[in-house]
């Protein structure tokens, strides 16, 4: 099975900082990738598919890239309701489907 | 617009089962499979599995096999979920979503066990 790894675990930010956070898979899943966003006691929220297509009434302030195996989610200016664990997901594209562990975001 | 209602909370003794529902509204049921997704207290998500809703056939995931069955409904566009011989490390939310990747989740089902 794919198995998804994310940098870093934790990170604080303050407002309108850059956030970058990584996410590698442990082979080629070429673009099938998406980032979701978790906010405490919340669903999660769909920010990015195929690895850098925006979901519609997502913020421009979040952008991904990447494929193959190393990919990225950019905050470009954070924002206190940004405040979540993000998380990507391979979905490469038959199953197993697997989660990265989550990287939580908070502001300083 | 599309929807994903999921059944309420449960709490349920260890050993017994639980049966968890998803009733699809606002699109063609068929036309996208039904992932599970499980998230324990403090802990991230973990894939399940997903079933092919036009077959009912079910793909699990490594750690949720033998226990875990998925199922449908199609004349009423429900998926469910089944657990049996339950756990005190089943205690989580379990979601479900359409497709690959998805805006659209269930609000997320808690299922406590305890004695």
């Known amino acids: 099975d794919i198995q998804m790894t994310q940098s870093p675990s934790s990170l604080s930010a303050s407002v309108g900082d850059r956030v970058t956070i990584t996410c590698q898979a442990s082979?080629?899943?070429?673009?099938?990738l998406s980032w979701y966003q978790q906010r405490p006691g919340k669903v999660p929220k769909l920010l990015i598919y195929d690895a850098s297509k925006l979901q519609t009434g997502v913020p421009s302030r979040f952008s991904g890239s990447g494929s193959g195996t190393d990919f990225t989610l950019t905050i470009t200016s954070l924002q206190p309701e940004d405040t979540a664990t993000y998380y990507c997901h391979q979905y490469n594209p038959l199953p197993p489907f697997t989660f990265g562990p989550g990287t939580k975001v908070d502001m300083k | 617009q599309v929807q994903l209602l999921q059944s309420g909370s449960e709490l349920k003794k260890p050993g017994a089962s639980v049966k968890v529902s998803c009733k699809a509204s606002?699109?063609?049921?068929?036309?996208?499979?039904i992932n599970w997704v499980r998230q324990a207290p403090g802990q991230g998500l973990e894939w399940m599995g997903w079933?092919?809703?036009?077959?009912?056939?079910?793909t699990y995931a490594q750690g949720f096999t033998g226990r875990f069955v998925f199922s449908l409904d199609t004349s009423v566009s429900t998926a469910y979920l089944q657990i049996s011989s339950l756990k005190a490390d089943d205690t989580a939310v379990y979601y479900c979503?359409?497709?690959?990747?998805?805006?659209?989740w269930g609000q997320g089902t808690l299922v406590t066990v305890s004695s």
């Open positions: 606002g699109y063609s049921f068929t036309s996208l499979n």
């Open positions: 979503l359409r497709g690959h990747y998805d805006t659209y």
């Open positions: 082979q080629d899943i070429s673009n099938y």
């Open positions: 079933i092919n809703t036009n077959t009912g056939d079910p």
